[in-house]
């Protein structure tokens, strides 16, 4: 059977997950020790329990089972027992297609999507509570929009393509000045499932 992925030469693919790294990652503090890495840099295991409200032996422990599924590393610069760690890399994806039919490896990737979309809510609900305290060019930068389009499977592939090559285009040339902040977009392309259905 033909494959409907994307050829995409022009840009340097993220890390694809195997199934044991997809079910590391299937775990409500694993999920989010990574995106608080990958958000605000290396941290210590001490320092990633307070700020994500937990404790330094919870903490420690699924760092290690990030890092032996390659998920985190060491960066250097740690002290003693005060081991420094960061993301091993900025964005990961998957086929869940290769998957199909492996329930336990089905199933990391349903909860994975849900914790995605949750926390996709919960960022949103955080910018509302300060937008309207915020400067005023924020509050009109800062949009959601929701399009209806009508796509195949390979054209939604595609337009998926050309949206992380616009990102990837103004990861490359951030504004690290006085006028820039971390902007987080949130992307989601889903088919449409009626109610009921």
Do not use: C
């Amino acid at each position: 059977m033909a494959s409907t992925r994307p050829e995409e030469p022009h840009r340097q693919p993220p890390v694809w997950l195997d199934a044991h790294q997809i079910k590391v990652l299937a775990h409500p503090l694993r999920a989010r020790l990574l995106g608080e890495l990958r958000i605000n840099g290396p941290a210590t295991a001490t320092t990633l329990a307070r700020t994500l409200s937990t404790n330094t032996g919870a903490t420690s422990y699924h760092l290690r089972q990030l890092a032996d599924a390659g998920m985190v590393v060491d960066e250097p610069g740690g002290t003693g027992r005060q081991r420094l760690w960061k993301a091993a890399h900025q964005s990961h994806g998957w086929w869940g297609s290769d998957f199909a039919g492996d329930p336990d490896t089905e199933a990391a990737l349903s909860w994975l999507a849900g914790a995605q979309m949750r926390l996709m809510s919960e960022r949103a609900e955080a910018w509302q509570r300060v937008r309207w305290s915020s400067p005023r060019e924020w509050q009109d930068a800062a949009r959601t929009s929701d399009y209806v389009v009508h796509l195949s499977a390979a054209r939604l592939n595609a337009l998926n393509s050309e949206l992380a090559a616009v990102v990837r285009r103004y990861q490359a040339e951030p504004d690290t000045g006085s006028a820039g902040r971390k902007v987080l977009l949130l992307l989601a392309a889903i088919p449409h499932v009626e109610e009921g259905s």
